[in-house]
């Protein structure tokens, strides 16, 4: 949910903020991330070790990314990571809850 992702940004700031520009949130430092931050918001899978499980809920959030209308930024200097947000509408992080809705695959519309 995008009430999830504003608190993440509101409550973790160190680790996970909105850019100056306003369109992108960076990931400062993954691993701390996944184990400080995700490991809250993602169901953690039994068996598993701790680095692979960090390495899922990170792909999980970033699918969600996707979802909200965010893509990677590849050109993100080394170890951090940069979602960019698609809709030019979203310059302030106030904007995101307004603006964004979870993206819908066609097909699934069509089934509604």
């Known amino acids: 949910r995008s009430s999830d992702l504003r608190k993440i940004l509101e ?4 680790l996970a903020a909105w850019c100056s520009r306003g369109r992108s949130v960076t990931i400062r430092d993954r ?3 996944s184990r400080d931050v ?6 953690s899978t039994a068996g598993l070790r701790a680095i692979a499980q960090r390495q899922r809920m990170f792909e999980s959030f970033a699918r969600q990314m ?3 209308g965010f893509f990677k930024d590849k050109r993100a200097a080394e170890g951090t990571h940069v979602f960019v947000c698609r809709d030019e509408r979203v310059t302030q992080p106030a904007h995101f809850e307004q603006r964004l809705r979870r993206r819908v695959s066609a097909t699934t519309r069509y089934r509604e």
């Open 11 to 14: 409550d973790h700031g160190d």
């Open 31 to 33: 691993d701390a991330f």
């Open 38 to 43: 995700l490991s809250i918001f993602f169901n």
């Open 66 to 68: 996707n979802y909200y």
